[in-house]
């Protein structure tokens, strides 16, 4: 018998010269065989699909990049890592292992880094819901407090006054950086002289240690400049508790938010071509630090809550064509074995999807589904790919953040996790959910049990 | 506008299109080029020699390791795209 030739599906795409079209030139035809090593295909075929990936030594290269980074411009920085950006306990204890301390936003969270082993005075306590409970375990443990409001800050003092220890607390401080939106709903304000109230109150009272000043001026921040003026705010702050108070703040805390290389949805270039490197950010909060008059032994510490710019490119989705469809008016579109409900960040970004088969260098534009039975399910409103066919493999890039956290249990069961060690090795950190899982905590009243149909 | 139910066995390719090996395709009327894959270029020279469908997807499996089933839903998209693209009279 004769060998056959291989097949791909017939393509026929217009050329438009001279114009760009919509779907400009991403044209996102390479496929993505491995991953560290390891054939995604292998992975598929072991784990299920869809499946999610995390590469430990992209996050380990990531944080030393950082850390190394900020370490030489600024004499002392501590990194916290932001448990709601990935709080598995695997990628937490990457970061741990690295240095990292944890910042944490609900009980929860704070459970969970006590339980991975952080020390409570390693654990940066932020958010606006903390019961007087959770307030009393972080006194105990000496967390570093970081008060939101004013109603915490007179209970935080309450709670303080039966109490022979200080807790130790900074406040968060919310300003205009020039960017818009401005992050006012956490925290106390600057220009309006909020901050100084709460300061006052603070030092004046003396039922608590002020140790820091807490910013986060927002997420995905695509201009370094705005940093340079929150730190130059929070060092102006700093530097006239010292004059009035004689007293020292030990730390200064930037907050995250600095851009990770996805693409923001509707932006004409790509993200790893515009997005601010790491360097920039360094530069703007360094800078403003070093020149805002500190004594050179009273500089306070710098310390960086940055979530999605450490962890977004180590983490892919890997998923299995469905089908495909012709939409009524011409366009092709393809659904996947994942949507938005295991990829939130689906509504903010142009994720870059690849192929993994080597399909040609032929593209047509489609738009990627979800399975989910819901319009707002897209993955990709206009993509070029390759010709797509099912029982093909994608990946989805730049998912490291915010995904794994904020996915939905909806319709169907999320998927697994693995992660890939720095030997190329891979281990899972998080099995598929079951049905027995998801159903462990609900309860039937016993009139509803039995029926005929 | 796209036409779903068109039945496309009986519809004829546009008499003065080119196309070349490498699967450029150029509609002398309109002045608009198109880019075809291989299969893409295969399957539209199968249709230039009027072809019936049956004939198309017998002469590619023939040719190619993949099933009828296949064939014969790539073929109506591909033929429902030439009608879109308006390089089929309808
Ligand atoms: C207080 C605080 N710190 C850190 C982060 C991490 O932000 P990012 O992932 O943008 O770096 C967040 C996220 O919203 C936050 O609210």
Redesign the interface.
Known sequence: MKTKKIYERPLIKPLNSGLMNKFGKRTEWTPLTEIDGIKVVDLLQEYGSPLFVYSEKKIRENYQHAKRVFETRYPKVQFAWSYKTCYLNAVCDVYHQEGSWAEVVSRFEYEKALKNGVPGNKIIFNGPDKTNEDLELAIKNNSPIHIDHLDELYRLNELAANLTKKPKVAIRVNMDTGIYPMWDRFGFNYENGQAWDAINKIITLDKLELVGLHTHIGTFMLTPSAYAVAASKMADLAINIKKKYKKSVAYIDMGGGFASKNTLKGSYYMGSDTVPDIEEYAEAITSSLINAGFDKDEMPYLYLETGRALIDDAGFLLGTVIANKRLSDGRRATILDFGVNIMFTSFWYDHKISPVEELGYHTEDTTLYGPMCMNIDVVRENISMPPLSPGNHVVAHFVGAYNVTQSMQFISLRPAIVMIDTKGKPHLIKTKESLEGIQKDELVPEHLRIFKL | ??V?SINTNIMKLKKDLAISDS?F?FNPSTG?????????V???KLLQKGNSDDEIISQ?IN????DKN?VEK??Y??K???V??KLINA
């Not at chain 2, 608009?32 to 893409?40: E, F, Q, R, T, W």
């Not at chain 2, 040719?63 to 993949?66: K, R, V």
């Open positions: 506008m796209f779903s699967g395709l608009d080029s198109y880019s075809l894959n291989p299969i893409g295969e399957f539209f590619i040719d190619y390791a993949i296949s790539d073929l998209d591909f429902n795209l030439l879109n693209y």
